[in-house]
């Protein structure tokens, strides 16, 4: 199986040849061109490049289109601070008022240079490899773009104090995310990661979310022209897994936060996840493997599970003999039929 | 106190369903009969602390520590003169996000501190490790509380103390923020006095370390 019929096989929930892996590095690849996390991003090919060569090295089983998170915000005239070990944080909010979101226009995704850079790396990425490993865009969902539009305080406040901004809010931040995602799937990515962490339960009480962003994610992914994948980004979701099987999403990135297996007995979504992105600094290759099989143990069986991290972005600090040590011991306990699990106990 | 777990029991129900209405009601009909500081010491501060337990553990989501922190600072703000919370053997207090434009944790934390009588000052966020340590020397702080949501801010701490320590002055340090919810060994690699799991419990770290 290539990597393309392995992902459709566990997402059809069936069992393929081995648990698919996804290694969700983005920056990582700025070091194989020995170039800047700034000065990586600032090219499409570069990112396409750096995509490329991990998805070489590391034998998993997707490539990333993803940038960093703020590169949304940056398209709609808000800056990214750069620094030299992790992702950019989002500089000063493009919304410093609530009456800002009276005159808020946002621009097109086509009319973005940043965003067309995205597109490039895609359509690249597309080009090499064809149908065989799918290419996961990324949108953040106009429920937690907010956060970096406005930082989350004058967010908070806004959901609670001043309804009818925020629907106006909300309304811009759909069309807004229905379009960039649909120029991702266009572009060549396979599917979407639609990241909504305001939407877990470490941020948001299941009834604030059904009042507030239920709505806006079922009519925001059903008009988006692909497969998505909601994430928590590292929030925990086990008390919203009803709400999210019915926003139409077909897989759901979960948090280190939660245990998989109740996860996985308890959701009618596919799953994305959960491996400790910031443990994961420490392992050595015993621990790492011994991590691989928890995950497969509490979620492999009968596929509908693709291992990954838990927050979406693999941090800088993680050493690339970890990355390949997770690859190898997928490898070695992902082979489907998992009997593996029902002999030990470990 | 008499009642006390009563109190707690309808502020926190009041606080987690964001009924602003109804918690200052419950705090109004307090105030009648008990002294300030023995509300904030009886009441709140328990009242907030549990819930910032109840986020640690999944049965309380963000919004709502934001919320009842915010109420309870903007509660004691307005109903009081600011000098009747104050503790008298407050040690000199700043809190600040290092490195990181992420301040709801800061904001969180501060209003939460402050609902505990303690003054505080906020030195804001996406702050260098030289210009915060200088910061902290020039007003000559004792306990910096350091808010970080992103682990490359996380191990900036060190030099963060690296950095206080050429003060001579010994600057206590206290730690918050979500890597080290994914990970307790990273409490080990910093050079921090404390790391507070969440929000309230910085109130019983800051009584710690500063003996009171």
Known sequence: ?346 | MENSELYQSRLKTALLSLDRIKAKLILEDLITTTAPTEVVDSIMIPVLESIGSGWEDGRVALTQVYAAGQFCEQWLDTAFEDKLFVKKESPKLAIAVLEDFHSLGKRIVYSIVKGGGYQIQDFGAGISVDKLANKVIEEDIDILLVSALMLPSVLRINNLRQALEQSGKKIKIIAGGAPFRFDAILKEEIMADAVANNASEVIGIIEHLSGS
């Open chain 1, 1 to 346: 199986m290539n990597s393309m019929e392995r992902v459709l096989a566990t997402l059809s929930q069936n069992e393929p040849d081995r648990v698919p892996l996804f290694l969700l590095v983005s920056m990582h690849g700025a070091k194989e061109l020995g170039l800047s996390i700034q000065e990586y991003f600032q090219k499409g090919e570069q990112v396409a490049d750096g995509q490329l060569r991990m998805l070489k090295k590391f034998g998993h089983d997707c490539l990333y289109n993803f940038f960093y998170a703020s590169l949304e915000t940056e398209a709609m005239g808000g800056q990214s601070i750069f620094r030299k070990n992790g992702p950019p944080n989002s500089g000063a909010p493009i919304i410093r008022n609530f009456e800002d979101i009276e005159i808020l226009e946002l621009p097109r995704p086509e009319d973005s240079p940043r965003l067309l850079e995205v597109l490039k790396a895609t359509r690249l990425m597309k080009e090499a490899v064809g149908d065989t490993v799918p290419i996961i865009g990324v949108v953040m969902s106009p429920f937690s773009l907010p956060v970096m539009q406005m930082g989350f305080e004058r967010y908070f406040d806004l959901i609670f104090q001043y309804h009818v901004l925020f629907q106006r809010l909300m309304a811009l931040n759909e069309e807004f995310c229905v379009a960039w995602a649909n120029a991702q799937l266009e572009a060549g990515a396979s599917a979407i990661c639609y990241y909504d962490p305001v939407a877990s339960s470490t941020i948001t009480f299941r009834d604030d979310y059904i009042k507030n962003g239920f709505d806006v994610d079922k009519r925001t992914i059903s008009r988006i022209k692909g497969p998505t994948a909601i994430h928590m980004a590292s929030g925990r979701c086990l008390s919203i897994l009803d709400l999210l099987a019915q926003t139409g999403t077909t897989m759901v990135g979960v948090s280190a936060e939660e245990d998989l297996k109740e996860i996985k007995d308890q959701s009618k979504l596919n799953i994305l996840g959960n491996l400790n992105g910031i443990r994961m600094r420490n392992w050595n290759a015993d621990q790492a493997e011994a991590n691989v099989k928890a995950a497969i143990r509490a979620a492999g069986s009968g596929g509908g599970f693709i291992l990954a991290d838990n927050h979406g972005e693999i941090p800088w600090q993680i050493q690339e003999e970890t990355l390949l040590s997770i690859s190898k011991a997928v490898r070695q306990w992902g082979k489907y039929p998992l009997r593996w699990i029902h002999e030990t106990t470990e």
